[in-house]
């Protein structure tokens, strides 16, 4: 299932808000909306996801926001911490939407992990 076009548009933009801690309430719901899509995709993409849903008594939707529920984790100044840190990696100033959003730690790596995490459990 790919991510409709419409929630890459602006991502590095977003991201720069971000990291720079400038954003705003609607940037950080169109990065969460990002991950989300990410994450929702992987899942339907695992003969598990039946399993993990009637195990955990999650639907779907609720499995792959708790899959992301981390990677938006704040401290006390409200620096989105892992944002931050997945991030510093990669030139926000050139990059393209595309380029933010192959960046690794934004690929399935993480989400596959979150799965195997509740799998496991």
Known sequence: MPIPSKLLCGLRGNLKAIVSRTYSHQQL???VGVAHALASSFLLSKKSLFRLSELHGLSHTDLSLDCIADVFQQDDA????????????????TASDQQVLAHPCVSAGHDQQCATDRTCR
């Open 78 to 93: 409200g620096s989105l911490i892992q944002l931050n840190a997945y991030f510093a990696g990669i030139d926000l100033e």
């Open 29 to 31: 719901n169109a990065v």
